[in-house]
């Protein structure tokens, strides 16, 4: 596709779950980056990956928190054992080349809702 | 985790005025950008500001980057309906790795025909 997609778009999971939120980037951006943005918020960084490598995970709340990249292509951000407070869209952005701060393309989220 | 500081956090105007917000940080920062969200949207950037000083326009967006590298101001001149969303102000420092973002609250605007 044209754009970075994200799924599922709504997720509705039980506290002590684990969920697995996807990200597809642009195709041919190298640097892919996680977000997270609790209601009415700003957007607080997660995790960057350059390649298949993630040399910055400073954001990762806690260690319920990974990623994932393989092929340069698709992440995965998995959260386990959800707790209420992990309640938020989490949004992926890709681009061309890491460390240029203006080529980011966001997707449209995943809304994670714990019961 | 760090975020800036933007205000107002909501502003409620009629069609046709203008609008201005701004973000300050206690660090500096070498490129300011600002985004607009729809709802159910990621962000979208509208400008992007490089160099302490700078004045940009997009349209009838004009935004600047402060002085002292802590500080960034949006205006939208004669808005209309579809200015409507919530716009974000975001940082990237001089020392981050990679493209990481730091974002401001958010400032919630609507706009009354």
């Known amino acids: 596709g044209a754009g970075v997609s994200q799924s599922p778009s709504n997720k509705v999971t039980e506290k002590g779950k684990d969920v697995e939120l996807r990200c597809d980037p642009i195709?041919?951006?190298?640097?892919l980056y996680w977000y997270r943005q609790r209601l009415g918020q700003g957007l607080e960084f997660l995790i960057y990956?350059?390649?298949?490598?993630?040399?910055?995970k400073s954001g990762l709340p806690s260690d319920r928190f990974s990623a994932e990249r393989t092929g340069e292509s698709v992440s995965t951000l998995t959260i386990q054992r959800t707790q209420q407070e992990d309640s938020a869209v989490y949004l992926c952005?890709?681009?061309?080349?890491?460390?240029?701060?203006?080529?980011?393309?966001f997707g449209p989220g995943t809304r994670l809702t714990v019961l | 985790g760090q975020q800036l500081n933007q205000s107002p956090q909501s502003m409620f105007i009629q069609e046709g005025e203008d609008v201005s917000m701004n973000c300050t940080s206690s660090?500096?920062?070498?490129?300011w950008l600002w985004y607009k969200q729809d709802p159910g949207e990621g962000p979208v950037l509208l400008i992007a500001?490089?160099?302490?000083?700078e004045l940009t326009s997009n349209g009838r967006l004009t935004a600047q980057f402060g002085i002292t590298r802590k500080d960034s101001f949006l205006n939208i001149s004669a808005s209309i309906p579809s200015d409507v969303g919530i716009y974000f102000c975001?940082?990237?420092?001089?020392?981050?790795?990679?493209?990481?973002?730091?974002f401001g609250q958010g400032t919630e605007l609507s706009v009354k025909p």
């Open positions: 952005a890709s681009s061309r080349a890491g460390g240029r701060p203006d080529t980011q393309y």
């Open positions: 195709s041919g951006h190298t640097a």
């Open positions: 990956f350059q390649g298949n490598s993630a040399p910055d």
């Open positions: 660090s500096i920062f070498n490129t």
């Open positions: 500001l490089y160099k302490a000083g």
């Open positions: 975001a940082g990237h420092g001089l020392y981050n790795q990679g493209g990481k973002l730091i």
